[in-house]
């Protein structure tokens, strides 16, 4: 199976870009499976339904939110319809919408999904690894689920390093996001499971983390909000992982950096020669 996950969308340029091209993409790449983060596409926070609806329709089989969730208010009532629509699995119960999934490819595949919000230097939720833990006991790799994704949505590398051993062999990728910058340690784990650490974000670089870089300059000089952040508007940069898995065991045979468009290096998974494949 071919899996693609994009890292935060940014504001509207990101989004427009990936609506226009993730078609073309899917079919370069056979992908049978999409799944991108969608909780800054709206102005750089939170998303909506129509632009739900509009990734949809391009292609993309789920979106996953983050810390940024609710900052759309309307988005309360939608994800409790859009079961495609996934808020961080260890929020309280009660909390509307779902962290967990299980989706059907159009070939017939079998792929749970897990979004979860890490816990150092952010907001303290329930325990992800407790919730990681009991979620691959239940639907296990292989036998229940043709392909397992993981997104764990954090700050630190080590927390998120850490979920990727704690599930390696019992997911087909643990991927991290939220820090808007792709990391550089694309791998395979010992026991199988495809990894990054941050998938980096679909937005402008040339900005702080996706927003115009005057705004977030002038609140580190003087501490002093003057105004709103916006999203960057130059042409963005779309990061995220190609991941090919085994049709038996589920696990990852191929992982490889994506990153398209703007001021990043580009690669294209079936250009490059990395060490990176079983």
Request: overall charge negative; aromatic content about 8%; some cysteine.
């Amino acid at each position: 199976m071919n899996i693609l996950f994009l890292g935060d969308i940014v504001g509207r340029r990101a989004r427009e870009s990936v609506i226009e091209n993730l078609p073309q993409w899917r079919d370069d790449m056979a992908l049978d499976f999409v799944i991108v983060n969608g909780e800054n596409a709206a102005g750089g926070f939170g998303i909506t339904a129509k632009i739900c609806d509009a990734l949809f329709a391009a292609g993309v089989d789920i979106i996953t939110l983050g810390n940024h969730a609710w900052d759309q208010p309307e988005i309360l009532n939608h994800i409790t319809r859009e079961s495609r629509l996934l808020r961080p699995a260890n929020y309280p119960i009660g909390t509307a919408g779902k962290g967990v999934g299980l989706f059907t490819t159009k070939k017939g595949k079998q792929v749970l999904v897990i979004t979860l919000l890490g816990q150092l230097f952010m907001e303290t939720l329930n325990d992800p690894f407790a919730i990681m833990d009991k979620e691959l006991n239940t639907c296990l790799l292989g036998e229940m689920a043709d392909a397992i994704i993981v997104e764990f949505h954090g700050e630190a590398s080590s927390e998120k390093m850490a979920a990727g051993h704690f599930c390696d062999g019992r997911a087909t990728l643990v991927v991290g996001s939220h820090t808007h910058v792709p990391t550089a340690d694309t791998q395979i784990l010992p026991h199988g499971t495809a990894y990054q650490t941050d998938a980096g974000m679909c937005g402008d670089y040339d900005s702080v983390i996706g927003m115009e870089k005057e705004e977030p300059i002038y609140r580190f000089l003087t501490k002093i909000r003057r105004g709103r952040l916006t999203p960057a508007l130059g042409e963005p940069s779309i990061c995220g992982v190609f991941v090919a898995s085994d049709d038996k065991s589920g696990l990852a045979k191929q992982i490889k950096p994506f990153r398209w468009g703007g001021r990043l290096s580009p690669t294209n998974p079936f250009t490059q020669n990395e060490p990176n494949a079983k």
